[in-house]
């Protein structure tokens, strides 16, 4: 199957769907904020991308190695308020968990252009280990899977890997199209 980025769909392919889009927010946070954004700056065109045409978009990341237990320290309500900041919404909407009824009612109320940032995906062991129904789960959130997370993609994990296998859409965000790009480039020089 060839690779496919969000651009190579018709816009009006957006229009009415859930998009969910892994995104690489493992960012420094210090006393309660985000002290270093660029990683989160990174994503910016593809979740804008997505939101312009329609979509409603639900963001998932890890932050740390919590090991499978919640940690406020290492919580992603401040990216979610940074996010808001930088990213050309009304707000960024903050689930408190990544799975579960609350997060699907959540998601079940986003509105076209609206994004809803889930809570630190390792927060459960069963991101790490790929297990086959947190998959499920986070897949039965969405319509068109994305993955942005060029630094996390060669991980076998659920939100990486698992997920996207329940998609018949699965999307190279802007981000990693870019990084492909240059890394063909590379590999053609040294040919």
Known sequence: MKKMCIT??????????K????????????????????????????IEYVAKRGAAVILGSHLGRPRGRASQ?????????????????????????????????SVSRLEQGEVLLLENL???????ANDTEFSKELASLADIYVNDA?????RNHASTYGMATYFDYRLAGLLVEKELSVLGKIGRAHV
């Open 8 to 17: 190579d769909l018709p816009d009006d392919h957006y229009k009415g769907k």
């Open 19 to 46: 998009v969910f889009i892994r995104v690489d927010f493992n960012v420094p946070i210090e006393k309660g904020k985000v002290s270093e954004d660029y990683r989160i700056r990174r994503s910016i065109p593809t």
């Open 73 to 105: 320290k290492l919580s992603l309500r401040p990216i979610a308020d940074r996010l808001s900041d930088v990213l050309n919404v009304n707000e960024v909407k903050f689930a408190q968990d990544c799975v579960g009824p609350e997060v699907k009612y």
């Open 122 to 128: 390792r927060f459960h062991k069963d991101e790490e």
């Open 150 to 154: 060029f630094s996390t993609s060669h």
